[in-house]
């Protein structure tokens, strides 16, 4: 009796905490809407919102349906193909939770990488081809690679199960990386943005509301203790409880240290406190803990945020040098800081670093590759950009047909500047 007692009570904290864990991620998709909104011009407000609510929809149908399955399985041996299945797989320990909090958890984690997808192809991409991106991505590339990682396949598993024993222990690799490496296909295949890259040199394109570009990067920072926290994935007794206050305090550290790296290098380099580039440290301070948040001391956090925030911030401007046009930096934050998360794994868990850069090198050649093909057969079929007139008048009015701020910009005649 007391013992059932005991497996009750497990059974209890841990189905809370995770989904509690995976209500805070879900509140990420609002930090995305945010701060992509922010970062895109006023034209195309309504668009990048209604992008990101249908991404979210989607992504937790097509999961539901088809991803969960192939991801998590039974498998006892390390594989490279999952089995296929359909509808939500049975088989998680119910000891520990039921599968449906499994899912719960897991794909909010999907439509994080889809929403960094969403911002890297902004203000140029059909709406239609990126939902139909969305399909590819949540029900097969993303599915593929974590069952790879977090599921019973080759890369997660241990070397005594026939693995590389590959850590990445929330996702900078197997999430950031992998929607890094799906939006940097998309944009090469879409091309930059009109007049964005000229024969007098980069055009800068601001954002049009600025207030929204630090409420979501709050949004995100607060999520992102979810994200992190949940993926101790229990919550039983005293070891467990500290290891998820561990985890809050090196996720915001990071965080903080990351913001205010990008803070320095803004004034050295530019002599100004660019909002923008700041928001994209914190951002990159967060992606490069979220591969061991676990296992840092909160000063070494400090470090890594530092580390993941320096190298985000000048990929950007090397992107842009490849005149690789990504208006909000996602493919810098999310892909170049969680490389370097990867990387930095070693200097506090047992995995040697050649496995790690193994790793995170398979995950990127296969997000990329399949993501590429997926993107050249919707265009094909279907096309990917919109027409020249389009993106002139904005994604608002072109998709939607609702401006974001009709009153304040004075109606369409103004808001196709």
């Given amino acids: 009796m007391q013992a059932t007692l005991i497996n009750s009570n497990d059974y209890l904290f841990n189905?809370?905490?995770?989904?509690?864990?995976?209500?805070?991620?879900?509140?990420m998709a609002a930090g995305f809407a945010m701060l992509e909104a922010g970062l895109v011009r006023s034209k195309n407000t309504t668009e990048i919102l209604t992008k990101?609510?249908?991404?979210?929809?989607?992504?937790?149908?097509?999961?539901?349906?088809?991803?969960?399955?192939?991801?998590?399985?039974?498998?006892?041996?390390?594989?490279?193909?999952?089995?296929?299945?359909?509808?939500i797989a049975e088989t998680a320990d119910n000891a520990s939770q039921s599968s449906k909090v499994d899912f719960f958890f897991q794909v909010v984690f999907v439509a994080t990488a889809m929403s960094i997808v969403s911002g890297a192809v902004a203000e140029r991409m059909k709406l239609s081809a990126f939902l139909i991106f969305s399909i590819f991505l949540s029900g097969l590339i993303y599915p593929i690679e974590g069952y790879w990682?977090?599921?019973?396949?080759?890369?997660?598993?241990?070397?005594?199960?026939?693995?590389?024993?590959?850590?990445?222990?929330?996702?900078?690799?197997?999430?950031?990386?992998?929607?890094?490496?799906?939006?940097?296909?998309?944009v090469i295949l879409l091309g930059p943005r009109k007049g964005r890259f000229t024969n007098k040199g980069i055009k800068p394109i601001p954002g049009g509301n600025m207030p929204l570009v630090a409420l979501g990067t709050f949004?995100?920072?607060?999520?992102?203790?979810?994200?992190?926290?949940?993926?101790?994935?229990?919550?039983?007794?005293?070891?467990?409880?500290?290891?998820?206050a561990n985890i809050f305090v090196n996720t915001n550290a990071a965080a903080a240290a990351g913001t205010v790296c990008a803070?320095?290098?803004?004034?050295?380099?530019?002599?100004?406190?660019?909002?923008?580039?700041?928001?994209?440290?914190?951002?990159?301070?967060?992606?490069?803990?979220?591969?061991?948040?676990?296992?840092?001391t909160p000063e070494q956090a400090c470090l890594f945020g530092a580390l993941g925030a320096s190298a985000a911030f000048f990929a950007i401007k090397f992107f842009d040098y490849l005149k690789i046009d990504d208006p909000v930096g996602a493919i810098s934050v999310h892909g170049v800081a969680g490389f370097i998360g990867i990387l930095l794994v070693p200097v506090t868990k047992d995995v040697s670093l050649s496995t790690q850069l193994?790793?995170?090198?398979?995950?990127?050649?296969?997000?990329?590759?399949?993501?590429?093909?997926?993107?050249?057969?919707?265009?094909?079929?279907?096309?990917?950009?919109?027409?020249?007139?389009?993106?002139?008048?904005?994604?608002?009015?072109?998709?939607?047909?609702?401006?974001?701020?009709?009153?304040?910009?004075?109606?369409?005649?103004?808001?196709?500047?």
């Fill in 149 to 186: 990682t977090w599921g019973a396949g080759f890369l997660g598993a241990s070397k005594a199960e026939g693995g590389l024993g590959f850590s990445d222990f929330a996702g900078s690799a197997i999430v950031h990386m992998a929607g890094a490496m799906a939006a940097l296909s998309g």
């Fill in 263 to 296: 803070f320095i290098l803004s004034l050295l380099i530019y002599g100004k406190a660019d909002l923008t580039l700041i928001v994209n440290g914190a951002l990159a301070g967060l992606v490069t803990i979220t591969a061991a948040p676990d296992s840092p």
């Fill in 358 to 417: 193994l790793g995170a090198t398979i995950i990127a050649s296969w997000c990329f590759s399949a993501s590429f093909i997926c993107w050249l057969i919707i265009k094909h079929y279907h096309g990917i950009r919109m027409s020249e007139k389009e993106e002139y008048l904005g994604g608002d009015i072109s998709e939607c047909g609702v401006e974001a701020y009709p009153e304040f910009l004075g109606g369409r005649s103004s808001n196709i500047s």
């Fill in 52 to 87: 990101n609510l249908l991404l979210y929809a989607l992504a937790c149908i097509v999961y539901q349906l088809v991803g969960f399955s192939l991801m998590y399985q039974d498998n006892t041996t390390a594989g490279w193909l999952p089995n296929w299945g359909w509808g």
């Fill in 15 to 27: 189905t809370l905490f995770l989904l509690f864990s995976g209500a805070l991620v879900m509140w």
């Fill in 219 to 244: 949004i995100l920072w607060f999520g992102w203790l979810g994200f992190n926290g949940g993926s101790q994935l229990s919550f039983n007794g005293i070891d467990d409880a500290n290891a998820v």
